[in-house]
């Protein structure tokens, strides 16, 4: 049974009819990226027990970006989540000529929920604090939503926002680049490879993102099946790929070192070892003000 997304959900939307869109080579391109991206999901979930559950915040973070992304393409290769707009510029190549592109809304949800989720796992790896944290996972959304904002706007003003996220790029990549590398390398060579490897890789493929986005949606250079192949290829890159080389680096680094203790539910606040190692032989052993006593127990006595 071949792929029939297009019959069902055609390239007329919200009242428009998209002239410039993706054809079923378009959506099974989508489909595969949402194969890949299912396939790593599982595949990271599956990594974290291998770990205690304690040190499982990274597999979860990667887990939950592939996931989300999962989901985008599952919408983009079903041919949902778009809104036809007016192309600024209107060629006279066949296989971009029309009045109204296909803009897939449904890519930036996924962008403003996962690239704060690829920076959480960059910046945690670096042991930033959390108010810059903070302020860098902030100037992302603004960069992805002026994304948006832009994809949405018919006349030349879209370019204002591709500047203003152009800008917030800039800020990341500088946070990312520079002080978070600082911060990394203060924690160990291990932990600085590994940031170093991530980060450089994120920000280089972060960086032909505003191509892809000048060709495509503010441009209208480039026909829907190669603006698929274009953001699918670098997605792949930059979240099953990225996940992937981030927790190996993570296999033998203990979170703690990053300044993340996470307590496990079945922890007893207060209490440094478990309950049976303390009564042991029925020897109780305490510490008061530095000095070590140690009081003999029989059986039915109460400490």
Not at 121 to 128: I, P, S
Not at 183 to 192: E, P, Q, T, Y
Request: aromatic content about 12%; proline content about 4%.
């Amino acid at each position: 049974m071949g792929n029939n997304a297009l019959n069902v959900n055609p390239n007329t939307n919200n009242g428009g009819t998209a002239d410039i869109a993706i054809t079923t080579h378009g959506s099974d391109w989508y489909w595969a990226v949402c194969a890949v991206m299912t396939v790593a999901t599982f595949v990271f979930v599956g990594m974290s027990f291998s770990k205690p559950r304690t040190q499982r915040v990274f597999h979860y973070i990667t887990a939950s970006i592939t996931l989300v992304a999962a989901i985008a393409y599952f919408s983009m290769g079903s041919n949902l989540g778009w809104t036809p707009i007016g192309a600024e510029f209107i060629r006279a190549n066949p296989k971009v000529a029309g009045i109204y592109r296909e803009i897939f809304y449904v890519r930036y949800i996924d962008w403003v929920i996962t690239t704060p989720l690829l920076l959480l796992d960059l910046l945690l790896t670096a042991g930033l604090p959390w108010p810059t944290i903070l302020l860098t996972l902030l100037v992302d959304e603004i960069m992805i939503i002026t994304g948006l904002v832009g994809a949405l706007v018919k006349s030349s003003y879209k370019w204002g926002y591709f500047v203003f996220g152009c800008m917030a790029l800039f800020f990341v990549a500088w946070q990312v680049t520079w002080v978070a590398r600082k911060h990394a390398s203060a924690l160990g060579s291990d932990i600085s490879r590994t940031f170093l490897i991530c980060g450089c890789w994120t920000i280089a493929l972060w960086f032909l993102y505003p191509i892809a986005w000048g060709l495509c949606e503010g441009g209208n250079v480039i026909a829907g099946d190669s603006e698929a192949v274009f953001y699918g290829i670098l997605d792949i890159l930059a979240k099953p790929v990225f996940g992937a080389l981030l927790l190996w680096g993570h296999r033998n680094i203990d979170p703690a070192r990053l300044g993340l203790h996470v307590r496990d539910y079945d922890d007893v606040p207060g209490v440094s070892a478990p309950l049976h190692e303390k009564h042991h032989n029925g020897v109780t052993g305490a510490h008061n003000n530095g000095v070590n006593t140690t009081t003999t127990t029989t059986a039915g006595e109460t400490v």
